[in-house]
């Protein structure tokens, strides 16, 4: 699945509804037991959430957007194909979810990528399941400092702190992760599929029971007016960084 949104692939709510549907068909399709993602923008894999969907909207489209965003990282961190993100650029944030939520994450060893959930950075915080997808990847001690300092980490950084497995030149991403997906595919479905639910059910159940509590914390918190502000500052910091 190759994601491309110009000019960053942010995650927006169409962007999050095409790819639940793309990911549920391809769940659906017997033949296909693996994908791997990865994006057709030049240099950035995915900026995550779109940031105009949290700022100045109406509380019932901060609940629907934040149900969308549930329904992804429900959809990926339960699926049971096998899923590689091949991360071919910078990837903050809801783009770090999205590579975290695979099974295996290889990066391109550019020294301009940067990959992290770097919500504290935004005066944002990232929710509960953000940080325990974090924390099953890398644990507990290095999420805590990195999500506490909304760090983002370079290729090199991210591959010694274990937030991704591999780095590899950019001309060599295709042909290793499909390397990957063939070693991960060897074995039998039913087996990798059952390990696969057993490490991930307790985190997956934990939002599934507080699914509701959770879209009204996001709303309560999104629409604070000085969390507003905060997400102002950074889209008009992003903008002048340009000029
Ligand atoms: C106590 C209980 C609390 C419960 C609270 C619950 C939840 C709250 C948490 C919500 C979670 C949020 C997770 C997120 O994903 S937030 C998004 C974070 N993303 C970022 O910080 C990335 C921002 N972007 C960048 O750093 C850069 O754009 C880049 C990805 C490195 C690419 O740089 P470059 O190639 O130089 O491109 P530009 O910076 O010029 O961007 C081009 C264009 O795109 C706009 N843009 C960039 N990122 C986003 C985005 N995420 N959303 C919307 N728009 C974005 C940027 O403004 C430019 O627009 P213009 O061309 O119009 O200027």
């Known amino acids: 699945m190759k994601f491309k949104s110009p000019p960053v692939n942010s995650l927006s709510l169409d ?18 037991r693996g994908v791997i993602f990865t994006s057709a923008v030049p240099n950035i ?10 700022c100045g909207k109406s509380m019932e489209h901060y609940a629907e957007f934040w149900r969308a965003v549930q329904e992804m990282w429900l959809r990926l961190y339960g699926s049971n194909m096998v899923t ?11 783009g770090c979810l999205i590579a975290l939520t695979c099974d295996y994450r290889i990066m391109v060893e550019n020294p301009k990528f940067v990959i992290g959930l770097n919500e504290a950075q935004l005066g944002i915080v990232a929710p509960f399941w953000f940080k325990d997808t974090f924390v099953n990847t890398v644990g ?25 497995d591999e780095l590899v030149p950019e001309v060599k991403l295709q042909e290793k992760a499909a390397a990957v997906m063939a070693q991960w595919l060897a074995l ?17 159940d934990r939002l599934v029971a507080h699914r509701e509590e959770d879209v009204q914390n996001f709303v309560n918190f999104i629409s604070k007016e000085s969390i507003q502000k905060s ?13």
């Open 188 to 204: 039998p479905d039913h087996a990798r599929q059952l390990t696969k639910s057993m490490m991930r059910k307790a985190v997956l």
């Open 84 to 94: 590689v993100a091949a991360v071919n650029g910078s990837s903050p944030a809801g």
């Open 45 to 54: 894999f995915s900026s995550g959430l779109d940031i105009t969907e949290m």
């Open 140 to 164: 507990h001690r290095v999420a805590e400092r990195s999500l506490q300092l909304g760090s983002l980490h370079s290729a090199s950084e991210a591959h010694r702190l274990g937030l991704v």
């Open 15 to 32: 962007f999050i509804t095409e790819f639940c549907i793309g990911l549920e068909k391809l769940e659906n399709n017997r033949e296909c």
């Open 231 to 243: 997400l102002r500052m950074y889209m008009e910091m992003l903008k002048k960084k340009k000029r």
